[in-house]
């Protein structure tokens, strides 16, 4: 029975899903590189949790309740006594298979998971000695409020493995659907061709990108645009599923278009660099 989840990554994703665990009653450590990245991440835990109860979405006493339940670290250690650990650092392979083996020696009998969009699990289930430990469990952005979670599940994990993480999503109040260890899984397999047709496009000037983004919210009824969702995303992050789903599958289709690795060179990541297909 999971009990305490340590998190690793302060970002906006890591700082996410301290929210959901917390929220959820889970004793929640989440780890960061500094004491100050991690103050800064339980400060917008706790803007986020203040709002909730403006909006009397919640109460003071469970606002109070969660965020006593959160605390931070910055040595790996501190996660020695957790029963899951979720990773949401960056989308390179290597750094995750040299994560997940100190992980492996840190937790050894604690479920390990990884928060990727697309990189293979299996890998880093093997890196960490302990694969049978090991699974997918993919929270999407921003992570308090989109419902679905994807667990995926490489060759290498028992069904005990998966049967927990599930378990522990649904405690989180998201929708789980099982995946394959698979480039992409489901949803970004299924959207990141579409977002990258977009970019291509706006690159063979048949629209601008505001006449791209309202014709995809109107004609299909999407709540955000294409163009707009890229940047929500992050140009860097997009590039990087991309260029995985490329490797893959060696479809065509999946190879970024020009002028998204032109922008990433450029430094204009979207929103996180307040510059992308739109200024922020």
């Known amino acids: 029975m999971t009990k305490t989840v340590g998190i690793i990554g302060s970002g906006i994703m890591g700082s996410g899903l301290a929210e959901v665990v917390a929220k959820a009653g889970f004793e929640t450590v ?20 203040d709002r909730a109860v403006a909006k009397e979405r919640m109460t003071q006493a469970d606002r109070d309740d969660a965020l006593a339940r959160l605390t931070c670290c910055v040595d790996l250690d501190g996660l020695a006594d957790c029963d899951l650990i979720i990773e949401s650092v960056v989308e390179n392979l290597d750094v995750k298979r040299d994560l997940f ?38 929270f999407f ?62 690159e063979r000037g048949t629209a601008s990108a505001e006449d791209i983004d309202v014709a995809m919210q109107g004609g299909c009824n999407f709540p955000m645009g294409p163009l707009a969702l890229l940047d929500l995303v992050g140009l860097d992050t997009s590039v990087a599923i991309l260029d ?18 032109r922008m990433v060179s450029a430094g204009h990541l979207g929103r996180k660099s307040k510059r992308g297909f739109y200024d922020y």
Not at 30 to 49: D, I, N
Not at 145 to 155: G, H, K, N, Q, Y
Not at 159 to 173: I, M, S, Y
Not at 244 to 261: G, Q, S, V, Y
């Open 30 to 49: 989440l780890r960061s590189r500094s004491a100050a990245s991690g103050e800064a991440s339980v400060a917008a835990v706790t803007k986020s949790f």
């Open 101 to 138: 083996a100190e992980l492996g020696r840190i937790a050894p009998d604690a479920i390990l998971a990884t928060n990727t969009s697309t990189l293979p699990v299996v890998e880093m289930a093997i890196a960490s000695g302990h694969p049978e430990q090991v699974c997918g469990i993919h």
């Open 141 to 202: 952005n921003p992570a308090p409020m989109m419902s679905l979670v994807e667990i995926i599940r490489p060759r290498t994990a028992s069904e005990e493995t998966v049967r927990l993480a599930t378990e522990f999503a649904r405690a989180c109040g998201k929708q789980t659907v099982e995946v394959t260890d698979r480039a992409g899984f489901i949803v970004n397999a299924l959207l990141f061709p579409y977002l990258n047709n977009a970019v291509k496009l706006l």
């Open 244 to 261: 995985a789903l490329h490797a893959e599958f060696a479809d065509p289709n999946f190879a970024p278009a020009p002028r998204l690795r």
